[in-house]
T-cell receptor
Framework: DGGITQSPKYLFRKEGQNVTLSCEQN?????MYWYRQDPGQGLRLIYY???????QKGDIAEGYSVSREKKESFPLTVTSAQKNPTAFYLC?????????????FGQGTRLTVV | AQSVTQLGSHVSVSEGALVLLRCNYS??????LFWYVQYPNQGLQLLLK??????LVKGINGFEAEFKKSETSFHLTKPSAHMSDAAEYFC??????????????FGKGTLLTVNP
């Protein structure tokens, strides 16, 4: 079945560590996105990529990094510079052609700093 | 720039009652509008979307929404609430043109509680 797979579902990070969240899609979508979700704040865009080897900062990119070496994969690294990383992270993808198309979401990764 | 405002962070209804979740948008060009539903600790699932054409849009699980350009609104309704409708609902907008037209902008969400 086509879809978006995020792993792991739960992730624990120690202070000062970098961690990488995985996102893989087999929908043949060009565009991929990372959102951060905090209670009462909706979804905030971290980074997005419309094509392989290209990506742009979203609204809250500080302390995060991404890569887009393959169409299917868009990993997110939460660096030690991110001061408040505990949140629910959602990856999404959409067809690039036509902004009328919806985004499809993964099941999310819950990151907790311990 | 585009934005979305969801009126009411928490809505509570009785089972069988009408569900009305409000969404107003701001966009300088005709928008594409979406409603998503999220169950606890899960991703978002598309309920319905408005692109062009008929302004009354029907979605899954008995939900529908009406695009009203004059009111810049896209409210979500369901005639009779079911216990399984309890979830968080997000309205989203995507601009119809421009270089950043592939970004979705989300509202802050409305948590729907259904009482027996």
């Amino acid at each position: 079945d086509g879809g978006i797979t995020q792993s792991p579902k739960y992730l624990f990070r120690k202070e000062g560590q970098n961690v990488t969240l995985s996102c893989e899609q087999n929908l043949n979508h060009d565009a991929m996105y990372w959102y951060r979700q905090d209670p009462g704040q909706g979804l905030r865009l971290i980074y997005y990529s419309q094509i392989v080897n290209d990506f742009q900062k979203g609204d809250i990119a500080e302390g995060y990094s991404v890569s887009r070496e393959k169409k299917e994969s868009f990993p997110l690294t939460v660096t030690s510079a991110q001061k408040n990383p505990t949140a629910f992270y959602l990856c999404a993808s959409s067809a690039r052609q036509g902004s009328y198309t919806e985004a499809f979401f993964g099941q999310g990764t819950r990151l907790t700093v311990v | 720039a585009q934005s979305v405002t969801q009126l009411g962070s928490h809505v509570s209804v009785s089972e069988g009652a009408l569900v009305l979740l409000r969404c107003n948008y701001s966009s300088s060009v005709p928008p594409y509008l979406f409603w998503y539903v999220q169950y606890p600790n899960q991703g978002l699932q598309l309920l319905l979307k408005y692109t062009t054409g008929a302004t009354l849009v029907k979605g899954i699980n008995g939900f529908e929404a009406e695009f009203k350009k004059s009111e810049t609104s896209f409210h979500l309704t369901k005639p009779s609430a079911h216990m399984s409708d309890a979830a968080e609902y997000f309205c989203a907008v995507r601009a119809n043109s421009g270089g950043s037209n592939y970004k979705l902008t989300f509202g802050k969400g409305t948590l729907l509680t259904v009482n027996p």
